[in-house]
């Protein structure tokens, strides 16, 4: 028998090696305090970890129960080891594991969403978290308003007590709270959108007036919905990934999370049925996100994008390869540079320590990010990372030509085939549209870049904007005639 023939779970966890850091608590006496939606890696690494230190420091009634919206495959693999799973934080000088206890039960929400709708109302529940990414709260990402003619929200209006979307869940359990006369739980958004409590909150008061007018108004009176601001590198396990973590552990964990050692999580201090001690666990709690919200979008989310387009188109696999090219580099840091002229953050803040540590992370050899990763889901990134500063650079009469650039590599990228002709596997809500439009106007900048730009949902009045339009338009024949490689090199070196 091979070391990793046993599974990682309760029975085991005596038998790790020393070097692997276990569930410093009692977990037979922990409680569930909350639920989050979206079971997914980021979560795992990320919030659970900060909850896993909170349990440590004695708050036995926050543990978690994960829910994931559609896939049973998170559930599949962590039940039969007892919700136990592995966060391996890899650096250059090597890998350091730790075994998470703070997940005690997950469910699947498409096979008893009436069952989620009950945990979720148990008054135990004081806290509902999300990351169920960008396209999970059903809205227009350029006016952050529910898209009452979304799908799934048409769905869940019919179908109260049985959703399918985040929106659904949150209004039908809170619905049950009020006719049980219980607190509302605290929704807590984790998901890089603008503002990302305020949003959610609008989304869920309108979502909850189409239902009734007097719900709506319950749950803008009395439920909070704190911002947050999340940051932490999490690229997709790989079964390399899991080799490497069973190695390390002498049994197997079918799903371990991969991640670098910075962490950061900025919260609003606004909890309407409480929360655990989480400044204790180096979250920071401050009145207002949006500043740290916005600094996080616009430098590093913003920058990442335009590695992942310009990065993917180029050949590049990973952030870290695309980091190795020094124009590439370059192309990072002017993104942020002119990122940050747009950004008013509170005293204190050491905006060029920020900009720093962002390109060491991007650098990272030891986390595998794909480029084709982070260029998903664009349609419902672009306005918060890269449109906004976009917006206020105009505004001031400054020039937008990195960004530009960085959005002509989306529109390359999304047209469905890179630069030696082959198929890219475009992932996004909107890729058929794009893919439709991109066929119509063929390989010619100045037909796809205003046909991309008329797309409301994303560009809004944006798009007819003529200095945004001269520039993308520019970038993109740019893109078309000298290749992505070329292009940045020019960029950088102007
Ligand atoms: C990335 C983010 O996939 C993406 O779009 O930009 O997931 C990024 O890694 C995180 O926001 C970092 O905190």
Not at 20 to 33: E, H, L, M, N
Not at 83 to 99: D, F, K
Not at 324 to 341: I, N, T
Not at 448 to 476: D, I, K, N, W
């Amino acid at each position: 028998m091979g070391p990793s023939s046993t599974r990682l779970g309760l029975a085991t966890l005596d038998r790790l090696p020393r070097s692997v850091r276990r569930p410093a608590y009692d977990r037979s006496r922990v409680t569930p305090g909350m639920v989050h939606l979206g079971l997914g890696a980021f979560h795992r690494a990320h919030q659970a970890v900060v909850i896993d230190d909170c349990l440590a420091a004695g708050a036995a009634s926050w543990g978690i129960v994960g829910a994931s919206l559609r896939s049973p495959d998170t559930r599949d693999a962590l039940a039969p080891q007892d919700h136990l799973y592995t966060v391996a934080v890899r650096a250059a000088e090597g890998t350091e594991h730790r075994v998470i206890g703070a997940l005690l039960d997950s469910v699947v929400a498409r096979e008893n969403p009436a069952a989620l709708v009950e945990r979720m109302a148990d008054p135990a529940i004081r806290i509902v978290s999300l990351t169920v990414t960008e396209k999970g709260y059903c809205h227009t990402p350029q006016t952050g308003d529910l898209d009452e003619r979304h799908p799934d929200v048409v769905h869940d209006l019919n179908n109260f007590d049985a959703p399918r979307s985040a929106p659904g869940f949150i209004v039908a359990a809170l619905a049950r709270r009020r006719a049980m006369g219980a607190l509302p739980f605290t929704v807590m958004c984790c998901d890089n959108l603008a503002a990302n409590g305020h949003t959610v909150q609008r989304i869920v008061t309108q979502f909850a007036a189409l239902r009734s007018r007097d719900l709506g108004k319950w749950i803008a009176d009395n439920a909070a919905f704190p911002s947050t601001m999340v940051d932490r590198i999490v690229p997709e396990t790989t079964d390399g990934d899991r080799d490497a973590v069973a190695n390390a552990l002498g049994s197997r964990d079918a799903w371990p999370v991969m991640t670098e050692p910075f962490t950061q999580w900025v919260v609003e201090d606004r909890f309407t049925a409480g929360r655990p001690d989480l400044a204790a666990a180096g979250v920071e709690l401050v009145t207002d996100v949006k500043p740290f919200e916005l600094m996080k979008l616009r430098l590093l989310n913003a920058s990442h994008s335009a590695l992942a387009y310009l990065g993917y188109l180029s050949g590049y696999e990973t952030i870290a390869d695309t980091m190795r090219d020094p124009h590439f580099a370059r192309l990072a840091a002017q993104v942020m540079e002119d990122a940050a002229v747009t950004l008013t953050m509170p005293a204190g803040t050491d905006l060029a320590a920020y900009r720093a540590s962002l390109l060491e992370r991007f650098a990272n050899p030891a986390l595998h990010h794909r480029t084709w990763q982070i260029a998903m889901d664009g349609s419902q990134k672009l306005p918060q990372r890269l449109l906004g500063a976009m917006q206020d650079r105009l505004a001031r009469g400054l020039p937008i030509a990195t960004h530009a650039l960085a959005v002509a590599g989306w529109m390359r990228y999304v047209s469905g085939l890179d630069e030696q002709g082959r198929a890219i596997d475009v992932r996004d809500p909107l890729a058929a549209e794009f893919a439709a439009l991109a066929r119509e106007a063929g390989p010619v900048a100045e037909r796809l870049a205003p046909a991309l730009l008329g797309v409301q949902t994303v560009f809004g009045p944006l798009g007819s904007e003529p200095r945004l339009r001269e520039a993308v338009t520019t970038a993109l024949a740019c893109l078309y005639r000298d290749g992505a490689r070329r292009a940045v090199e020019t960029l950088v070196s102007a």
